[in-house]
């Protein structure tokens, strides 16, 4: 799809809304976040050494939002969402975006669907591996950590419509407009959520991280995730593939997760694994290929509708490889945590 043509949904919900009166608006605006610390032992990077050491950490990334809506009237409305990332352990900002996770500003009509700008979630990270589809929600030690394959999660300068609900089903379209060197990337998003059930397939393109406006034509993700709720438990999966790595378009990496919730207690068990292939991720050099494998189980105990504390038992994995695909090395390490959550 030409990226002229995209511009036309923001258009039309823009036009579906110019003829509601500001008297008849109401809005809301929130403040959300998370601090979520655990004491863990166990290896901090496999692929430098097995030794393992006692550290404090964050056991998810500490959060600090804001979210807001405004009834236009007439089945019209405007949201926002900004949503801050920080150290719980120290402080500091979680890498050089302040708004890391989310930045930006939307328009929706219950017949149309709706539209955000700004800085978001790729079609992948947003639907495909979402964490629903996790175990853990994608958070604690325990967790699979990213389920995502080499594509990027976050994209800027991007324009994401999403259709009503329909039998349960959703489509979204997405594109991010090219900026400071980074192409323009392009993507879908296929969901389903009915009852127990809950399926989405998501497919993008974008610039390679790898080998940068190098690539011939980008890389492309393909990605498949669901889960069912069947009461006294409670599978989980995800799948993600991304193609024409490297300067010679000849990479891919695939990860797999398998998870589950297990009622017990006042809280769930959580139990998760994560296997991870990269394959000539360079092109023709080997020197990067790596296995890794992680395994984890784990208890979340509620102490309220707020406050949590989450146990965590690892089991890591780690294989790489060399230029002439002999093994370079091979690592192990098993690690736990206890931590404490706190949503406000």
Request: aromatic fraction near 10%.
């Amino acid at each position: 799809m030409k990226q002229r043509n995209w511009a036309v949904v923001p258009g039309v919900l823009v036009a579906a809304c110019l003829h509601v009166g500001v008297a008849q608006a109401q809005s809301s605006v929130a403040v959300y976040g998370r601090i979520d610390l655990g004491v863990r032992h166990g290896p901090m990077d496999l692929s430098k050494s097995e030794d393992s050491v006692s550290y404090m950490d964050d056991s998810s990334r500490a959060r600090l939002g804001f979210t807001g809506k405004e009834d236009l009237g007439n089945g019209n409305s405007a949201f926002f969402q900004l949503e801050h990332r920080f150290n719980g352990t120290d402080g500091n900002v979680d890498g050089p975006v302040y708004w890391k996770d989310k930045a930006w500003v939307g328009l929706a009509n219950n017949a149309i669907g709706q539209v955000r700008l700004g800085r978001m979630s790729s079609p992948q990270d947003w639907k495909g591996v979402n964490g629903r589809f996790e175990a853990f929600g994608g958070d604690s030690y325990a967790s699979n950590g990213s389920r995502g394959a080499r594509s990027a999660a976050k994209w800027d300068h991007t324009v994401y419509y999403e259709t009503p609900s329909l039998g349960g089903f959703s489509v979204g379209l997405a594109a991010a407009a090219p900026a400071n060197d980074i192409k323009a990337a392009r993507g879908f998003h296929l969901d389903y959520a009915g009852g127990p059930l809950t399926l989405a397939t998501t497919y993008q393109t974008e610039q390679d991280p790898l080998s940068g406006a190098s690539s011939s034509d980008g890389i492309k993700t393909l990605t498949f995730g669901g889960s069912y709720d069947l009461g006294f438990i409670k599978p989980l999966f995800t799948w993600a593939r991304t193609d024409d790595l490297g300067a010679s378009d000849s990479g891919r990496q695939t990860v797999v997760t398998l998870g589950a919730r297990i009622p017990a207690g006042p809280g769930e068990v959580r139990v998760s694994y994560r296997r991870l292939k990269d394959d000539m991720a360079n092109g023709s050099s080997r020197a990067s290929d790596r296995e890794g494998a992680r395994l984890g189980l784990g208890y979340h105990y509620p102490l309220s509708k707020r406050t949590s504390v989450n146990l965590s038992l690892v089991r890591d994995q780690l294989k790489a490889f060399e230029a002439d695909g002999t093994l370079k090395y091979k690592r192990a390490g098993t690690g736990y945590e206890v931590a404490l959550r706190h949503n406000f």
